[in-house]
């Protein structure tokens, strides 16, 4: 019998780490580890590094920075102290000059004195606020990908970087929809409050069955479509912006940091 | 008769930049353009900008970074489109290797092609945010500066900076001391809620009567001494970090954005 994520959701981060790095896990880590923070990976060559940062400042809804590293330090000390961001994600994607040119399991062999490594929220720290608030996410349901757009919503440029927001998407239903917004409102370090909710076109978005990044799901009578700022709007500007060397996690193959979700309330 | 800072309280900050730079107003700003946020100014050389940066990603409640410019850039686009950095503040000063060297009214004789501006929120944003929930705030009712104190919290250092904590300390009636906390709360890209309540001594204040800076003020019976991160933690800890040269705001000359207090609302 084969070990799905779901079994390792009451394991502590610090096990899990142990078990990517020996090789035992090699898997997308929704469900694992529950309560505890999974972010986006971004390394960069200390180059980037500031022009990458100034572009997460302008834009904290898509780019909630929750740590950085020195450079040349493969441990993020604020939210996984003990770490190493080399070995602990399960899967990376190696990238030159804004093209995928690998996908290890293990990027020892790509790690250089200059890079440094940012950790950004991710949508699954909102999510269980979702839960919690007894709101249903179809793609939990569906078992498939959030749905992710390209908007006509053009994030603040910094430095050499620009690009378009991504969204993700999330059919709620109407009555429920203002509880919603509060509940992820509470966790401006992963997102916050929706960008966007109701008519797609508003945003630019022209077929919602057919989303950019991820699987479409169905939206139901009396469901409106509720748009949240998406993780994937800092990698999408580092790859449009021809940044010559840039490692990331794969999709769906988070870092679980050993801070918790609940961290970053507001109230 | 001269111009008191409250004669412009419903003046827009924009008139208050040409104020400024026409050397109309050199004064300090506390009581200027009611509901505009108030910002704490700090330039740097692109070369110490990103160790400034990494320090206030790490240190979110003392560094509330509000906007950051291109190098060489003066203009603030994100919070005071239209402003210059450079003469639209009353008074300046210029730190050469941890020493104050010139305090000037316009930069612009220093400025250069790699210096960058940063904007930090300040305690007055927070500040409103307590009158309107009627609690007193007693350095303005004894018309003095602050009271504040350096701790005994080290600041999360980054690259070549580190330092203690800063904090400003009010006190507030025992029964009013949680509403205090919700209010500001409520606004953490401005220091947010207190980092400390009570006793001053666990956080290494040994004498409450004498502040390392602005003005002591009394603590009646019933009053809980409250503290919360204050934004001379950047300062101090350039100064400490011996940067080669910097730019601040001088104390109580403040940069006004255009931005309102209000924006900064989390709920």
């Given at each position: 019998?084969t070990?799905?994520?779901k079994?390792?959701a009451n394991?502590?981060?610090?096990e899990?780490w142990?078990m990517?790095?020996?090789g035992?896990?090699?898997?997308?880590?929704?469900?694992?580890?529950k309560?505890?923070v999974q972010a986006n990976l971004v390394?960069?060559p200390?180059?980037w590094?500031?022009?990458?940062?100034?572009?997460a400042q302008?834009n904290?809804?898509?780019c909630?920075?929750l740590d950085?590293?020195?450079?040349?330090?493969?441990?993020?000390?604020?939210?996984a102290?003990?770490?190493?961001?080399?070995?602990?994600?399960?899967?990376?994607?190696?990238?030159e000059?804004g093209?995928?040119?690998?996908?290890p399991?293990?990027i020892?062999p790509y790690?250089?004195?200059?890079l440094?490594a940012?950790?950004l929220?991710?949508?699954?720290?909102f999510e269980s606020a979702l839960i919690?608030?007894?709101i249903?996410i179809?793609h939990?349901e569906?078992?498939c990908?959030v749905?992710?757009?390209?908007?006509?919503i053009?994030c603040?440029?910094?430095?050499?970087?620009?690009g378009?927001?991504?969204?993700s998407?999330?059919?709620i239903?109407?009555p429920m929809?203002?509880?919603a917004?509060?509940?992820t409102?509470?966790?401006?370090?992963?997102?916050g409050a929706p960008?966007?909710?109701?008519?797609?076109a508003?945003?630019?978005?022209?077929?919602?069955?057919?989303p950019?990044?991820?699987?479409?799901?169905?939206i139901n009578d009396?469901e409106?479509?509720?748009?949240w700022?998406c993780?994937v709007?800092p990698?999408?500007?580092?790859?449009?912006?021809?940044?010559?060397f840039a490692?990331?996690h794969?999709p769906g193959?988070?870092?679980?940091c050993s801070?918790?979700?609940?961290?970053y309330?507001?109230?």
């Open positions: 019998m070990a799905s994520a079994d390792f394991t502590h981060p610090s899990i142990e990517i790095r020996s035992q896990w090699t898997g997308p880590t929704p469900g694992m580890a309560g505890y390394v960069l200390k180059d590094a500031y022009d990458f940062m100034v572009f302008r904290p809804k898509p909630p920075v950085i590293t020195e450079p040349g330090d493969p441990e993020p000390r604020m939210v102290p003990g770490a190493d961001l080399r070995t602990d994600l399960p899967k990376y994607r190696v990238w000059n093209k995928l040119v690998a996908e399991t293990d020892r790690w250089r004195d200059d440094v940012f950790l929220g991710c949508s699954f720290s919690e608030a007894s249903p179809r939990i569906c078992s990908n749905p992710m757009y390209i908007t006509n053009q603040k440029p910094a430095g050499r970087l620009s378009p927001m991504v969204v998407m999330r059919p239903p109407a929809v203002p509880k917004v509060l509940a409102g509470r966790f401006p370090a992963v997102h960008v966007h909710i109701g008519d797609p508003l945003i630019g978005i022209k077929d919602i069955s057919r950019d990044f991820g699987d479409p799901v169905p009396g409106i479509p509720v748009f700022a993780g709007t990698q999408a500007a580092l790859m449009a912006s021809n940044v010559p490692i990331t794969a193959h988070m870092f679980i801070v918790k979700d609940a961290d309330a507001v109230f």
